[in-house]
């Protein structure tokens, strides 16, 4: 009996295209919202939507949301500092 050998034909992706947007872009935007609508308006959801992306690449920077607006404060903290 002849064996049959099978191959899978899987269609390559760039391992770029799978790679979650970067953490400044997501502190970018959340920054964005937290200006314009307050903290009511920093929701993992409607940041997500902004981006064009699901939420789960959130996840891949933060661990929560108070996680990302402790981030967002201190880097607005730290541009009110004058320089020293």
Known sequence: M???SYTSK???RS???HQPLGREIWLDTAREALIE???AGVEI???AK???VSRGGFYWFFKS???LLEQVRSTLDAA???NR
């Open 37 to 39: 609508e307050g903290t």
């Open 2 to 4: 002849e064996s049959m």
């Open 50 to 52: 902004r981006l064009g």
């Open 65 to 67: 949301r108070e996680k």
């Open 45 to 47: 959801n409607k940041l």
């Open 15 to 17: 391992r770029k295209s």
């Open 80 to 82: 009110r500092q004058p």
């Open 10 to 12: 899987r269609v390559r």
